[in-house]
């Protein structure tokens, strides 16, 4: 029996299996204590610094390995009790939920995919009147707005069809995608095909408009909506568009069935071109200002347009959390998974669902996992109300509406548009101490740093049937971009008064603070890196031993560790669900992205901190042609464009290919000598072994491949001119 003497409504279970891990990190621990050893008692005489290099890099990975068994340490799972909660509770009695949806870009994010990541969300199990969908448009799109005209008018056929039919996922894009049709009942699958073929021929309408783009003046004229587009200069320059498509408390607001719709708003902000927007944290500042006008509902349901609901039990199942507490603490979000539904499951630019599994897992049972921008739902109060502590309530402006008063949606519109005017937050807490906050490009980590080091505990949680299913990068840019981004702004966190060292320290576990670091240490991780990857091949070509001999037995704690530590990765990654070629591939991402993106990051975040660049929110793109996508779904690595990036790439596969022909070429060894060779720099040949298996792809792409998602010449001839470069260098 819990609270109040009723039966709890989750359950918080530690995962099994720990004394495995835990005995593991130990070994691991006393392993590292003997390469340390080593490395300070076998110091050379000469070449000092590339030794001391190879330590400081070695002490960095041991640093970071603490760090992740600190979030591993300890890792919780939850499960609820959704039919106590109906016991418990009403189906009148359920609490608002109002969800946000954002999109920024309808070339970038195209308005098929928004709606239906708009109607998955409107579909779920829930009253439909205790919900209100808001969708924002960044982007200031006519089409976008046309689209959710569109569904609009099909969530009267949809939300039924999905009630009937219990269908999962209901984004009707995915489900239709993904189900056959209904073979058993002649009924049903009439209706099927009836809904099917509207939901296509909507498809196509909303296509064909976005291919065209711009809304036709026959159309314009179907909806006062649009009118609102004579004022609108550039997406960079508009006044504010709010337009209510389905009033929920309109008693003609219903399906076909005459069951109630949930409340359907667009929103795109004001935007002039001198005054900044804050990205994403701007756009959902101004939806929790204009949703408390309009439904005001106690919880925030926050999804990108690129992820759909795939379990329209979700929202009960959060709420299990907020309905309880845990020891003593009211519960600030829950936070789902990101997980990808990219229609072919294909992990060659890595697998975050997996990795990211644990990882947060571990963080829930250190004090909380972190906010990651998508599919959370939020306490209204903890986002947004409460300031230091829960005694001090910062009242916002827009609060102080009295939401009683039935208005009509025209009036509201007008009335509300305010709220989203780019002047509005100025001399306001907005963004420092109330909302989502700026200035940094992870809005969602420092928001959820921040939520928690007022005190609040958040929930991780991970149903059986995915709650969200949304997009990864299909190429390896936008992979690689979308993780400098994350790089870039996770470090401006941990240089900021925001750092959880700092910030947290009152309220935050320690351990807490700590398993942020995961995070925040992207960016240093990849000197070390880079250091291993160039360093030891360099120092091959030159003839400089870095590490024991292979017959010495110092060379057994440096292959117990690292061969330990990839297989109990490899064993981790397959528990989660992974496969082992998902696995080799996190690992060459784990590479590039460490040699690159968070590279790239550094350097940025010096640029910034002297002055002189600001940081931008590249949108990822959500949109490949049918070449693209064929490639994608052979698993085949694109590059296509000249990066700087994929130089880098290059020249260090280019470097280490170079570095192992050299060796294993040398005709001026003999047999005997061959194995002299091995034997003192076995470790390094193994490395660069390593770095050119982790590689093919590389070098496929730079001279194997004739499709347009090859490495341009111009990045391969660069890149052999750089290596070739260092080479010349290293051996004479
Ligand atoms: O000016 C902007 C820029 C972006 N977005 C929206 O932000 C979301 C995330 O953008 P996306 O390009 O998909 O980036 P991701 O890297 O996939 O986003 C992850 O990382 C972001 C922080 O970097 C978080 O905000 C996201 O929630 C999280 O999913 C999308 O819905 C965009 O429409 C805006 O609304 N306004
Ligand atoms: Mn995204």
């Known amino acids: 029996m819990g609270k109040n003497g009723y039966l709890p409504l989750f359950e918080t279970r530690p995962a099994r299996g720990l004394v495995f891990f835990r005995s593991y990190a130990a070994s691991i621990f006393i392993g590292i204590c003997f390469i340390c050893f080593h490395r300070v008692s076998y110091f050379p005489v000469t070449e000092r610094w590339v030794w001391v290099g190879m330590f400081v890099a070695e002490l960095w990975f041991s640093f970071y390995f603490f760090i992740t068994v600190i979030v591993k340490w300890n890792p919780v799972f ?30 970038l994010e195209p308005p098929t995919m928004v709606v239906s990541t708009v109607l998955s969300v409107m ?102 909506g649009f009118d609102e587009w004579d004022f609108v200069v550039s997406r960079h320059d508009h006044p504010s568009i709010l337009q209510i498509l389905i009033d929920g408390r309109d008693p003609n607001a219903i399906d076909i069935e005459g069951k109630a719709l949930p409340t359907l708003v667009y929103l795109a902000r004001e935007k002039r071109p001198q005054i900044h927007h804050n990205f994403k944290a701007g756009a959902l500042n101004a939806l929790i200002r204009i949703s408390s006008r309009i439904s005001n509902a106690p919880f925030i349901l926050n999804v990108d347009c690129d992820m759909h609901s795939n379990n329209s039990k979700a929202i009960r199942d959060a709420l299990c959390f907020f309905l309880d507490e845990d020891n003593g603490h009211e519960i600030a979000y829950v936070q789902y998974p990101q997980t ?40 209204r109060e903890s986002l947004c109300g409460m300031k230091y502590s829960k005694e001090l309530i910062v009242e916002s402006k827009a609060m102080k509406y009295d939401t009683k008063i039935i208005e009509k949606a025209s009036s509201i519109e007008e009335n509300c548009k305010a709220l989203a005017s780019c002047t509005y ?52 840019l936008d992979t690689l971009v979308q993780h400098k981004r994350w790089a870039e702004g996770d470090f401006q966190i941990f240089l900021s008064k925001h750092c959880p060292f700092v910030y947290g320290c009152q309220n935050m576990p320690l351990k807490l603070q700590l398993s942020y670091c995961i995070y925040l240490f992207w960016v240093p ?77 550094a350097i940025d975040n010096i640029l910034k901190l002297c002055g002189f660049s600001k940081s931008a929110f590249i ?59 091995f034997d003192i720099f076995g470790f390094q040949i193994l490395l660069c072994c390593v770095l050119v298996f982790v590689n093919l792809p590389i070098y496929q792409g730079m001279f194997f491949r004739k499709d347009s998602g090859k490495i341009p010449a111009s990045v391969t001839l660069r890149s052999i001119a750089f290596a070739l470069l260092a080479s010349t260098l290293a051996m004479y």
């Open 425 to 476: 937050e100025e001399n306001t807490p907005w963004g420092k101490e109330m909302g989502v906050k700026y200035g940094c490009v992870v809005e969602d980590i420092l928001t959820g740093i921040c939520i928690q080091s007022r005190g609040w505990r958040s929930v991780y949680l991970t149903p059986q049937r995915e709650a969200f299913l949304g997009m990864v990068p299909t190429t390896l």
């Open 340 to 379: 990808f539904g990219n229609l072919t499951k294909n992990e060659i630019y890595g697998s975050l669902r997996v990795v990211m599994k644990l990882e947060l897992a571990g963080f829930d049972g250190n004090g909380g996992p972190c906010y990651i921008g998508t599919g959370c739902v939020h306490r």
């Open 525 to 601: 991780n990849c000197f070390a890196t880079l250091y291993y990857v160039f360093v030891p091949s360099f120092c091959l070509l030159k003839g400089i031993s870095l590490f024991p001999k292979i017959s010495s037995s110092w060379g057994i704690p440096y292959l117990y560790v690292i061969v330990v530590h990839r297989v109990q990765s490899l064993v981790e990654f397959v528990w989660l669900g992974g496969t082992v070629r998902g696995w080799l591939n996190e690992q060459r991402m784990w590479m590039f992205k460490r040699t690159t993106s968070y590279f790239f990051a």
């Open 619 to 677: 949108i990822t793109g959500k949109v490949a042609d049918d070449d693209l996508n064929r490639r994608y779904e052979q698993e085949s690595m694109e590059f296509g464009t000249s990066s700087p990036m994929f130089t880098v790439l290059a020249t260090l596969a280019l470097f280490n290919l170079f570095g192992l022909v050299v060796v294993g070429t040398n005709k001026a060894i003999n047999d005997d000598a061959r194995i002299k060779v």
């Open 123 to 224: 579909a779920y199990d829930y009253p439909p009147h205790k919900l209100s969908v808001y969708l924002s448009d960044d982007g200031c799109s006519d089409l976008t707005f046309y689209a959710l005209l569109e569904a609009s008018g099909f969530a009267q056929l949809w939300l039924p069809f999905c009630r009937k039919l219990k269908v999962e996922p209901t984004s009707p894009e995915a489900y239709f995608q993904t189900t056959p049709e209904p073979v058993d009942d002649a009924f049903m699958a009439n209706e099927w095909l009836i809904i099917k073929k509207t939901y296509e021929d909507m498809r196509i309408r909303i296509e064909s408009m976005t291919r065209l783009g711009k809304v036709p003046a026959d159309i314009r004229k179907e909806h006062k």
């Open 78 to 107: 939850r499960c609820t009790f959704k039919d106590r909660l109906s016991s418990r509770f009403e189906e009148e009695e359920l609490l608002g939920v109002d969800i946000f949806v954002c999109t920024a870009d309808p070339r």
